[in-house]
T-cell receptor, first 109, second 114 residues
Framework: ELKVEQNPLFLSMQEGKNYTIYCNYS?????LYWYRQDPGKSLESLFV?????AVKQEGRLMASLDTKARLSTLHITAAVHDLSATYFC?????????FGTGTRLKVLA | NAGVMQNPRHLVRRRGQEARLRCSPM?????VYWYRQLPEEGLKFMVY????????ESGMPKERFSAEFPKEGPSILRIQQVVRGDSAAYFC????????????FGSGTQLSVL
């Protein structure tokens, strides 16, 4: 059974600081997705990582994928309050996309 | 091009009633996924459908829950004889092909069971 785990589950950080969210998954997959969810809202696609070693960046967020380690990271650079949200990683299995537990990020002024 | 449309946005039911959640995928999308999100938790896969076919329902409870995606019309997630534990946000997502680069999510239906 495909499992996806994220850590930390909760992250409170000061504005201007850097931090990394980790996403581990249990079986082979070469596609890894990152989504953002604001409270009470739907999910917004951030990144799709399609191969080993893939790196994508958008603003203060950078995602990478290591398929051999079955690990993806979402790195936050110089956090700002607007990044406060819950971040999910997801992996596609045979017929479905399995989501991680989510990391709730709170950026403090 | 309208996004994934879910309705109703909020649904209140009493225990024992039926809940029907609707999802209209994006135009041109024939693959629909339903997820359930409990408060403070992640998204749990429920079912994956293509037009007129259930492909994977491994996440659906065996009783009271059913889903369909007819040739015409929206996909329906039906919950019979609701219980308080069914209270959750139910999200629908669609894609044009399997294993697409991303899923397109609807705004969700918040089901509250009194």
């Amino acid at each position: 059974e495909l499992k996806v785990e994220q850590n930390p589950l909760f992250l409170s950080m000061q504005e201007g600081k850097n931090y990394t969210i980790y996403c581990n998954y249990s079986t082979t997959s070469d596609r890894l997705y990152w989504y953002r969810q604001d409270p009470g809202k739907s999910l917004e696609s951030l990144f799709v990582l399609l191969s080993n070693g893939a790196v994508k960046q958008e603003g203060r967020l950078m995602a990478s994928l290591d398929t051999k380690a079955r690990l993806s990271t979402l790195h936050i650079t110089a956090a700002v309050h607007d990044l406060s949200a819950t971040y999910f990683c997801a992996v596609s299995g045979t017929y479905k996309y399995i989501f991680g537990t989510g990391t709730r990020l709170k950026v403090l002024a | 091009n309208a996004g994934v449309m879910q309705n109703p946005r909020h649904l209140v039911r009493r225990r024992g009633q039926e809940a029907r959640l609707r999802c209209s995928p994006m135009k041109g999308h024939s693959h629909v996924y339903w997820y359930r999100q409990l408060p403070e938790e992640g998204l749990k896969f429920m079912v994956y459908l293509q037009k007129e076919n259930i492909i994977d329902e491994s996440g659906m409870p065996k009783e009271r829950f059913s889903a369909e995606f007819p040739k015409e019309g929206p996909s329906i997630l039906r919950i019979q004889q609701v219980v308080r534990g069914d209270s959750a946000a139910y999200f629908c997502a669609s894609s044009p092909v399997p294993h697409n680069e991303k899923l397109f999510f609807g705004s969700g239906t918040q089901l509250s069971v009194l």
